[in-house]
């Protein structure tokens, strides 16, 4: 009231108390909600390795199949063709062949003709995943899995915003399966230091849940929920892009990202920008599309920066449906190109270019 200063004789200490006590109850609300987040945190990671362990229970009571008809066949045939064979194991998951272990002699290791020999009686084409030493002295164990017939390629490129010395954006292109690989693209929002290390924590985190084997939807919330926790403001424009080689196909997931593009043979689609940035809200939800792809069809995705050079989006997209290379290194150099001609060479902010072609091998 105003008339403390005059009745109160310690008016001074009295606030400075009032302000200290405020600033400790501020502070206990800070480390409460920080406890309460990571008590959440936690149980959501223990909630996706109870489902890991659940899917592999599952997989434990999964029936054995075994097929000793096709087993000795395929030991008839090597042994024909001069391939001592003593033992053939094929694993089969739900009905669908997963594998094939042969244990072959040393010398007689001759992985095109095991391969072609295996793939005729199978019906099935089959390719050599990798050959160790067996236990058996003398032999060796290969394993043969069914063949992918697509890969994917990558190109990437970018530029500093002027006058900074590290980019905010970071990318992440890696191998989850034998058919399937994912490529990311982070924004730390600003530019410089902080911003990098955001973007780097939030890619490092998405890769190692990825790798444990936890679903998408878990990752992001674990990942928003870490981003979340840091005293700072930390946001982060996420795309991820995960391909399927078996299918031939492909899930784009945006969360505060620009637009990207899908440049097909005959045209380029926009794919469209996502939601909220990784950090500012509790629940994420992600802009989750799916593409039917053909071989040679590329993925585009961008930063802000890019989007914000261009301006124009539709003569960005009628650039890169008139490019004519296939190579996509050659296709984000262009991109960045027209972006950089566009600022006269001094870039307002971080920009960055990853593109993923899809090809069918040979």
């Given at each position: 009231p105003a008339n403390l200063g005059d009745n109160c004789l310690k008016s001074t200490l009295f606030v400075q108390t009032i302000n200290a006590i405020a600033n400790e109850y501020q502070n206990f609300c800070v480390t409460k909600n920080s406890v309460d987040s990571s008590r959440m945190m936690i149980a959501n990671e223990l909630f996706g390795v109870s489902k890991i362990l659940k899917s592999l229970s599952c997989m434990a009571n999964t029936k054995i199949v075994f097929n000793i008809e096709k087993e000795e066949m395929i030991k008839e045939?090597?042994?024909?063709?001069?391939?001592?064979?003593?033992?053939?194991?094929?694993?089969?998951?739900?009905q669908e062949l997963c594998d094939t272990t042969l244990i072959v002699k040393?010398?007689?290791?001759?992985?095109?003709?095991?391969?072609?020999?295996?793939s005729k009686i199978l019906g099935k084409q089959?390719?050599?995943?990798?050959?160790?030493?067996?236990?058996?002295?003398?032999?060796?164990a290969l394993t043969?899995?069914?063949?992918?017939?697509?890969?994917?390629?990558?190109?990437?490129?970018?530029?500093?915003?002027?006058?900074?010395?590290?980019?905010?954006?970071?990318?992440?292109?890696?191998r989850i399966c034998e058919d399937k690989v994912m490529m990311a693209l982070c924004d730390g929002m600003g530019s410089g230091k902080n911003a990098s290390k955001v973007s780097d924590l939030a890619l490092e985190l998405i890769e190692k849940f990825y790798k444990a084997g936890f679903d998408t939807n878990l990752i992001l919330e674990n990942v928003n929920a870490i981003l979340s926790l840091r005293d700072e403001e930390n946001f982060g424009a996420l795309d991820v892009c995960v391909f399927d080689l078996k299918l031939c196909a492909c899930d784009v997931l945006k969360l505060g990202a620009p637009v990207g593009f899908l440049k097909q043979k005959q045209e380029t689609?926009?794919?469209?920008?996502?939601?909220?940035?990784?950090?500012?809200?509790?629940?994420v939800n992600p802009n989750l599309k799916s593409f039917a792809l053909n071989d040679g069809d590329m993925i585009i995705l961008v930063t802000d920066g890019v989007v914000d050079a261009i301006g124009n989006l539709d003569y960005l997209k009628t650039a890169i449906n008139n490019f004519k290379s296939k190579n996509p290194q050659?296709?984000?150099?262009?991109?960045?190109?027209?972006?950089?001609?566009?600022?006269?060479?001094?870039?307002?902010?971080?920009?960055?270019?990853?593109?993923?072609?899809?090809?069918?091998?040979?």
């Open positions: 045939e090597l042994l024909l063709n001069q391939i001592l064979c003593s033992e053939v194991l094929l694993n089969f998951s739900e040393n010398k007689d290791v001759n992985p095109p003709l095991i391969s072609k020999i295996v089959m390719e050599l995943k990798n050959v160790e030493d067996s236990s058996k002295s003398g032999f060796s043969l899995i069914p063949k992918v017939f697509f890969d994917v390629v990558f190109g990437c490129c970018g530029a500093l915003k002027n006058g900074s010395s590290t980019s905010g954006d970071n990318h992440l292109v890696f689609k926009i794919i469209q920008a996502g939601s909220l940035p990784l950090g500012i809200l509790k629940d050659q296709l984000a150099d262009m991109i960045l190109k027209i972006c950089l001609e566009k600022c006269n060479n001094k870039a307002p902010d971080d920009m960055t270019v990853l593109v993923g072609k899809i090809w069918q091998k040979i």
